[in-house]
């Protein structure tokens, strides 16, 4: 199961909540249009609330973790974008230890993980590369969904770029 950004109505992540776990907007609720005033983020998202259903007009804020809204954003959010993060997990079938990334990465950012990750969740809309060595030396693998290191790449991830992300 993947984590739920949580919205609250009240300011202080009380009383009604509404669990998301991908974009919504409010057309599907309209209970909850122009009603959030707090949001807990699960560590790794990415949030951008938006004030209007469109998202292209008005103002739209992005968030990395728990909000609670201001005189500027109180009863104004009407569109939410969720991007969750990939996972890299240093033991095959997603356990171990995890570190969660949006953007490209390096052993050479986080030596403890280099030539670590053996299993790797990738959310929908995500297309990444990994490499066995840098982006140009030793073999690459494209993903778009989860993956379990095989006998060959156990244990020699040392770049993974990020190649396209959820819109």
Do not use: C
């Amino acid at each position: 199961m993947s984590a739920q950004v949580s919205l609250y109505k009240s300011n202080n992540y009380t009383g009604e909540k509404l669990e998301i776990s991908s974009s919504w907007e409010a057309s599907s609720n309209k209970a909850w249009n122009d009603n959030i005033n707090s949001i807990k983020i699960p560590k790794g998202y990415r949030v951008t609330i938006y004030e209007h259903y469109a998202g292209i007009e008005g103002m739209s804020l992005e968030l990395t973790s728990d909000w609670v809204a201001d005189s500027k954003w109180k009863n104004k959010i009407s569109n939410i974008k969720v991007i969750a993060p990939i996972q890299l997990f240093t033991s095959k079938n997603f356990t171990g230890n995890q570190l969660s990334i949006t953007t490209n990465w390096s052993a050479a950012s986080n030596m403890a993980w280099n030539d670590k990750i053996n299993s790797i969740k990738v959310p929908k809309g995500y297309k990444i590369i990994i490499y066995e060595n840098g982006p140009t030396n030793g073999k690459s693998l494209e993903l778009t969904s989860d993956w379990v290191a095989d006998g060959d790449w156990t244990n020699k991830i040392s770049n993974i770029n990020v190649v396209a992300s959820p819109k």
